[in-house]
Structures are given as C-alpha cells and as structure tokens.
C-alpha cells in the first residue's frame, strides 16, 4: 500500500534527543516492529510518522512523497493509541462509522464495511452497544475495527494492549496475528514487549537511546543480533555474556579459557582489541548428568521453572554464572557434578559491543 | 564516655515511652474506628452547627414572626402573614424578575463569552502575549466587587467619568448609565459580565485541559470534522466541569449585592434592585426582621429549586448517554 521512508530523522525535546538521525525503509505491506526498552524514542518515531510530532530535522517520505509539512488528518494514515480511543456516548456501530461520513460512502456500503469490519475484529455482537457499557479490551477492538475501517495506506499501532488485562492481552494477540493475515496496510507496531514483536513482525526495528540497532527478521535479530544490546534485550532471559582475553598467535585470535574443553580460536579475524565478548543463549546451552564430549563440569546453583514448564538454571562455571534453559528432566538437581556445554556454533562473539560475523572453532 | 551512654539511655526510655503512648493511642484508635471518625468531623460539625444550621433554623423561625428593629414591641408571631405579604408585593416580585434576569443574562453571557475565550486560549502555548493577555483577563475577578464597583461608577459618572469622555468625543452624547433608570440594570449587568467572565475562561481552561490528548489526536487522524470533535471528543470529557462553573455562577449570581449596592444602591427607583439588594434594605434599612428573614427563605428556596432542576437536568442526560 505505501513505502515509508525516513531519512535523517530526529527529534530533540530540549537537550534530550528522542530520535537520532535515523534513517529507515518500512517495508510496503508488511508489519514492521518498533522494538525497544521505554524511553527509546520508538513512540516518538511513531508519531511522527503519523504527522503528531512536528519533527526537529530531517524527512519522511511516503511512497516517495515528502509528507513533512502534511498534517495528520491528510497523510491517509490510521493510529491506535495505547490507552483505548473511543467516542463517548455513540455505540460501537456509530463509532466506527464516524470517520467513514467523509469519505462519501452510501450508508449501504457503510453498514458493510463495517459489519465486515466488525466480524474481522471479533466485535460483531457488540456492535449495538453502548461504548461506556465495554471493557477496556473490546474498546481497544472497537478502536482497532475502527481504524481498520477506514482503510488507510498506512496503520500505525503504539503499544495498543499495555493497558489491557492479561486475559485480554492473550485475546488481542491471537486476534490481531489472524487479522495481519487478512491486511494489506504498511503496518509499524510500537512494543516494549518481545514477545509481541516476534509473535507479529516480518521485520523488526531494535531500538535503543533514539538509535536503530538492527533492523532485521525475527528470527534473525534472536538468532544473530549485532549488538550486545540486541542480544541482553531479545530473549527470557537475555544471551549470557563471557568476557575473554583474546591473544594472536599465528595469524589467528586465541581464547584461552576454562570456559572451553580446549582452545577456541578466530581464524580470520584481522584486529581484536584485547578482549571478546561471547555470547550465546540460555536455551542453546546443553546440560547433562553424564559426560559431554565438549562440556565443562560444573554446578547447578539455583533451579526454577518457567513459564511454558522449561527449567531456568543457575550454573557456575569456575568463577562465572550462567543461565540455562533446559526441558523438563528428571534427575536433574542442585548438583556439583553436572556437565555443561556450550556449542560453538550457537556462540555469538562480540568485539566492543558489536558481532564478529566468524564463527568460534576449536583449534585442531 | 559514662555521662554520654546515660544520656543515650535516656534518650532511648523517653523514646521508647513516647513510641508505648503512640502505640496505646493507635490501638485505642483502631479498636474504636468510627470513634476517631466522629473526632476529627468535630470541628469541621461544630462551625457547620453555629454559622449554617443554628442562623438557617433562626431564619426560619423568624420568618414566622413580626419583629422589627426599631418598635418597642417584642417579636410576635403572625403564622405565614410575612410570607403572604411578600408574595402579593408587586415590588418583591419585580426585584425577583430582574434577579432572574439578571441571572440568565449574566451567567449566560459569561459563559458564551468564557468558553469562547477558552477555546481561544487553549493550547496556545506559542500565541503571543498569552500569559500577559491571560493575567489581563483574570485581573477583574480578583478585586474586590465593591472596589470594583466603585471604579466602575466613575467610570460611568456622566460629568468626571472616562466613559462618557469618549462617548462624547465620538458622538456627542453623554449618558447617564447609572441615574437613568433605563441604561441602569444594564451597565451593572456589564460589570458583572466584566468581573465574572474570567471565571468562566478559568473553567473552561480546566475543562479543556481534561479532554484526554490521545482522543483529541485520534479524531485529528480520523480527519472528524471540527463539530464531530465538540460532540464526541471535547463535550464529554468538559461539560461537567463547565456546567459546574454556570452552577457556581448561578448561585453566586443570585446572591449578587455588594456590586450594584456600591453602584446605584438598587436604583434608581428600584431599577436595579435584585433581590439580595432588597433583602438588604428590608433588614438593615427598614429594620423588619420578620419579613426580612421570610424573604430571605423565599431565596433560598428559589436558588434551590433553581439549582436542583440544573442539576436533575444534567444528571438526566448524563443516564440517557
């Protein structure tokens, strides 16, 4: 429906940059994900999009138009808030009817829209009723159903089930992944919570301090972040990070670590300074009873269980703690003499905060 | 090194005494919950007892009787004599139709004139001179009326005042706005409207300020035209506090003396005397304590039924939304 380009976008609100010099295309007809910890400035990006933040410099195209001086009602864009956005004293057919009087419909072709509308959001028994008589969640519907009615180019959704009950959450998010499905709208959705953004996004925009960190599938953002950041902030709990000292010898980086059965090295890594980051997930970490070809032993310290029945463990390794994530096995107790791995190819290494794209290797 | 450990020791049994009386009083206090509630409404009852429901009960009680100031004879009760008299006076009922009038038009005025002046304040952060044009605005309500009265009254006086020197600059004229009978009731209307108007923008302000900013914006990418965005968005969430200000007004309105007193005093004749102004006269100009206190219940009466069908009014439509 409509390519959404930024470029050098920024926001200042006096000292504070909201927004830094970003530069970003959103993907035409996909959903796209502002993902990032509160007070990243992905709201505000958002806003600014929708044309309710008057930008402090750069551009924003659509479909390769400059819209930076267009205000919102002109954009042909549709927002949904994060508290529910309703009119008051009108049912929910009316409300969603509202914004439709100006675009020159029959009320035949009105009352299609939104019946179609309705049934599509799961809203079509409440349709008759009043606004005030609905909880919070059928409202954010109602807002939804509402936006999505007026068929715009561009849907803009900002964090629209923090203020939902649980219950609820869980409903709008099956809701809304069969609702994409059925979308052919640019759609940017504003979250803090991961789960959303990898439930719903074709691509997702890690932000952080007003920066985009990565911007990549969801899949590959978890699997391969380029950041330290991207990989603390993806994931229940985030990657476990080792910091190794690094040497040259031969042409190749060395680890030297009694994190390693044997020697870990960097064939083509040409500079490191020092020291290495090495990451890698806690469900990636292989744990046993019995002895692993690779594995270290180790002690488990703490164990607990997670949502979804996976335990979470607290494994030291000489002087450094981890956490891993393993099924449901029996026989697995607070333990001194567990062995625990960690695979190589599951291994991101950092170098000064950012992805070294090589792969670890033992040394032959 | 002793003298310091006694004086800790006894620092430590005094606080340790004064946390045993804290604890006695909390647990007396917590066994007795609706005790404690009684004592801490005692003060707030007992003005509420001696300055509104003792002199409300009097008033009542003498409305009943036929008492003046300056007889000799002491009070003397006549039944609903005081009341049939003042219903079947065609001067009272004249000072209350100008005080309804004086009523509608006044607070209708400040509140069409306030809500417009509202809205052209609101959000206007950027608008030049705001704060100065806002302070400006609000000057009139913080003087005193009969400050206000006066500085008003020369301005309107027909040989010194401001007033009648521009008048008669650009038109020749001079008008009596406070000595003619017909230019009176409405030049204190006028300062009344100047005095009260900025309590409405206040209101309004208010009202606005609670419109939620995510709605406001909403209708703005909903592209709702500007009367759809008064009904739907901005109504709802401001009328209460609106419609508390006409309340407000209405009240203070219907007890208006003090500013026209200073002014014309209820004249001339009895051109601009509104009911409190009569009222006034009838208890500390005629000294008739009886009638006086049977006109005054009359008021009261009115300004609750006034205010009462206001208030059903709203609350009805408030069910139908």
């Keep these: 429906m409509a390519i959404i380009r930024i470029e050098k976008l920024r926001k200042e609100f006096k000292e504070v940059v909201a927004v830094n010099d970003l530069t970003l295309d959103f993907e035409d007809s996909k959903i796209t994900c502002l993902l990032g910890p509160s007070g990243c400035g992905k709201t505000t990006l958002l806003r600014m999009i929708a044309g309710l933040e008057k930008m402090t410099s750069g551009n924003i195209y659509f479909n390769d138009i400059k819209i930076n001086d267009l205000p919102p009602r002109k954009r042909n864009v549709g927002m949904v808030f994060q508290y529910p956005v309703v009119y008051r004293g009108i049912d929910v057919y009316h409300n969603i009817e509202l914004p439709l009087l100006k675009e020159g419909l029959s009320s035949k072709e009105r009352k299609k829209r939104i019946y179609d509308v309705a049934e599509m959001v799961g809203i079509e028994n409440s349709l008759k009723k009043n606004i005030n008589q609905l909880d919070n969640a059928t409202k954010q519907f109602v807002a939804v159903a509402r936006e999505i009615a007026r068929q715009p180019e561009i849907l803009l959704f900002d964090e629209p089930i923090t203020n939902v009950d649980a219950n609820s959450k869980l409903q709008f998010k099956h809701a809304f992944k069969e609702l994409t499905k059925q979308l052919k709208q640019t759609i940017i959705y504003v979250t803090h919570d991961q789960t959303e953004a990898m439930s719903f996004a074709d691509k997702i925009a890690l932000m952080n301090d007003g920066k985009i960190i990565q911007y990549d599938s969801p899949r590959k953002l978890y699997n391969e972040p380029e950041t330290t950041f991207g990989g603390w902030f993806l994931g229940n709990p985030g990657m476990n990070f080792i910091t190794q000292p690094c040497q040259k010898e031969d042409g190749q980086f060395k680890i030297k670590s009694d994190q390693f059965a044997r020697t870990v090295i960097l064939k083509k890594r040409r500079n490191i300074k020092g020291k290495v980051k090495i990451g890698i997930r806690p469900e990636y970490i292989k744990v046993s009873n019995e002895k692993l070809p690779y594995g270290i032993k180790s002690e488990i310290k703490r164990k607990s269980i997670t949502i979804g029945g996976q335990y979470l463990l607290t494994i030291q390794r000489g002087d450094i703690i981890v956490k891993a994530k393993i099924p449901h096995k029996k026989g697995l107790g607070l333990s001194k003499n567990i062995w625990v791995e960690f695979p190589l190819d599951r291994i991101t290494v950092f170098d000064n905060g950012n992805r070294i794209k090589e792969k670890l290797q033992y040394r032959e | ?321």
Excluded: C
């Excluded at chain 2, 009265?149 to 005042?161: A, E, Q, S, W």
């Excluded at chain 2, 208890?283 to 039924?305: D, K, P, Q, V, Y």
């Design chain 2, 1 to 321: 090194m002793y003298s310091k450990k006694k004086n800790e020791q006894e620092r430590n049994t005094k606080t340790n005494s004064i946390n045993k009386i804290a604890l006695r009083i909390k647990n007396h206090f917590q066994k007795n919950e609706m005790k404690f509630a009684w004592y801490l409404l005692i003060p707030v009852l007992s003005f509420f007892l001696i300055l509104n429901v003792i002199p409300t009960l009097w008033m009542i009680g003498l409305s009943f009787y036929k008492y003046s100031l300056i007889s000799a004879a002491g009070p003397k009760f006549v039944g609903i004599k005081n009341f049939i008299d003042i219903l079947s006076n065609n001067v009272i009922w004249n000072s209350f139709s100008k005080t309804f009038l004086f009523v509608l038009m006044g607070v209708g005025i400040q509140t069409i004139l306030g809500i417009l002046l509202g809205f052209l304040f609101w959000n206007s952060d950027r608008l030049p001179g705001r704060r100065f044009a806002l302070t400006f605005l609000f000057t009139p309500m913080i003087i005193a009326p009969v400050a206000a009265g006066t500085y008003f009254k020369l301005i309107y006086d027909p040989t010194l005042g401001i007033g009648n020197y521009f008048i008669k600059s650009f038109f020749g004229l001079v008008v009596n706005f406070l000595g003619d009978a017909s230019y009176a009731f409405f030049s204190v209307l006028l300062v009344d409207i100047w005095m009260w108007t900025p309590f409405m923008i206040l209101m309004t302000l208010a009202a606005l300020g609670s419109v939620p900013e995510a709605e406001l914006e909403a209708a703005e990418v909903d592209n709702l035209p500007w009367l759809k965005r008064l009904r739907y968005v901005i109504l709802p969430h401001s009328k209460f506090i609106i419609m508390l200000g006409i309340l407000l007004r209405t009240i203070e309105s219907f007890k208006t003396m003090d500013l026209i007193y200073t002014m014309t005093s209820g004249g001339p004749g009895n051109a601009t005397e509104l009911i409190a102004i009569k009222l006034f006269r009838e208890a500390f100009a005629s000294f008739n304590m009886g009638e006086s206190a049977a006109l005054a219940l009359i008021t009261l009466l009115s300004a609750i039924a006034f205010t009462s069908i206001y208030l059903f009014i709203l609350q009805y439509k408030e069910k139908k939304v």
